[in-house]
């Protein structure tokens, strides 16, 4: 069964840049558009970043939009969030997971499968 895993969350300073990565050993992303998400201790998981397989469209929640970079690479079956101007309430457990071909508006999880297990940001203030 697929599954993602996801890696390069930690502990950095308010301002500071981390780069996530979400990959999968087995399987291809090929035919997968993937999406990021985040839950925050004491609220609901909410849809940060997601990108298009073929032609690479991307979306934005507006609370990342301009400091949140979506890239994925399908020869290596990888997913990248680059983050930058970190700030406190970036601070979560960061997923990803994959739709097929297309993000779906809305952010609506129950279209999205394979979750990883998550990576963990912690924004120091």
């Known amino acids: 069964q697929v599954q993602f895993v996801e890696s390069g969350g930690g502990l950095v300073q308010a301002g500071g840049s981390l780069r996530l990565s979400c990959t999968t050993s087995?399987?291809?992303?090929?035919?997968?558009?993937v999406g990021w998400f985040r839950q925050a201790p004491g609220k609901e998981r909410e849809g940060v970043s997601c990108?298009?397989?073929?032609?690479?469209?991307?979306d934005y929640a507006g609370s990342v939009e301009g400091r949140f970079t979506i890239s994925r690479d399908n020869a290596k079956s990888t997913v990248y969030l680059q983050i930058n101007s970190l700030k406190h309430e970036d601070s979560a457990v960061y997923y990803c997971?994959?739709?097929?071909?297309?993000?779906?508006?809305?952010?609506?999880?129950?279209?999205?499968?394979?979750w990883g297990q998550g990576t963990q940001v912690t924004v120091s203030s």
């Open positions: 087995k399987y291809t992303i090929d035919y997968y558009a």
């Open positions: 997971a994959a739709v097929p071909l297309r993000c779906g508006g809305g952010w609506d999880q129950d279209e999205y499968a394979y």
């Open positions: 990108i298009n397989d073929g032609d690479g469209g991307t």
